[in-house]
T-cell receptor, first 115, second 112 residues
Framework: EAQVTQNPRYLITVTGKKLTVTCSQN?????MSWYRQDPGLGLRQIYY???????DKGDVPEGYKVSRKEKRNFPLILESPSPNQTSLYFC??????????????FGPGTRLTVL | AQKITQTQPGMFVQEKEAVTLDCTYD???????LFWYKQPSSGEMIFLIY??????QNATEGRYSLNFQKARKSANLVISASQLGDSAMYFC?????????FGPGTSLSVIP
């Protein structure tokens, strides 16, 4: 089954404790992206990747890191989480860039709470 | 700056009626894509419909159609014959080269 998986689905952590949210897709997609969703703001793009070893900043990259060492995986790293990073996070992938009718497939989301 | 505006935070529609969800976008680029996604209370993001900036005809997908008015920079979603299962958040999104920009969303409630 074609899918994007994220782990963990729920996470409660404390300020400053490094964490990684994993994202994996099994569709051989080139483009992958991370978003955070906050009430009243919709989804905002954090980072995206056009292909292996190619990543770039979205609109809200501060406090986050990513890497793309393999085509299928695109982990999101919070090296020193803060309470303002409490949010719902989505990973998504598509065959090409966000352009075109090649729609993005979204993961199920990760709800992160930073105390 | 590139931006998506959805001016209706919440809307109600009677079951079986049609409803239009507004979306306006701001970009100076000529090449872009416009998407609508549905997010039910369960949280997943579901693709509904896509319109390319060079597409001359409005996109349609089943009960969904996109009313694309390029000069007005609007891409409204029309849902015909609303069903109870249409109750959800709806997001308009614009893709520009490699970036994707979402609007704040509209919460639609379908009344029996």
């Amino acid at each position: 089954e074609a899918q994007v998986t994220q782990n963990p689905r729920y996470l409660i952590t404390v300020t400053g404790k490094k964490l990684t949210v994993t994202c994996s897709q099994n569709m051989n997609h080139e483009y992958m992206s991370w978003y955070r969703q906050d009430p009243g703001l919709g989804l905002r793009q954090i980072y995206y990747s056009m292909n292996v070893e190619v990543t770039d900043k979205g609109d809200v990259p501060e406090g986050y890191k990513v890497s793309r060492k393999e085509k299928r995986n695109f982990p999101l790293i919070l090296e020193s989480p803060s309470p303002n990073q409490t949010s719902l996070y989505f990973c998504a992938s598509s065959g090409t860039s966000g352009m075109g009718a090649d729609t993005q497939y979204f993961g199920p989301g990760t709800r992160l709470t930073v105390l | 700056a590139q931006k998506i505006t959805q001016t209706q935070p919440g809307m109600f529609v009677q079951e079986k009626e049609a409803v239009t969800l507004d979306c306006t976008y701001d970009t100076s680029d000529q090449s872009y894509g416009l998407f609508w996604y549905k997010q039910p209370s369960s949280g997943e993001m579901i693709f509904l419909i896509y319109q390319g900036s060079y597409d001359e005809q409005n996109a349609t997908e089943g009960r969904y159609s996109l009313n694309f008015q390029k000069a007005r920079k609007s891409a409204n979603l029309v849902i015909s014959a609303s069903q109870l299962g249409d109750s959800a958040m709806y997001f308009c999104a614009m893709t520009l080269y490699d970036k994707v920009i979402f609007g704040p969303g509209t919460s639609l409630s379908v009344i029996p």
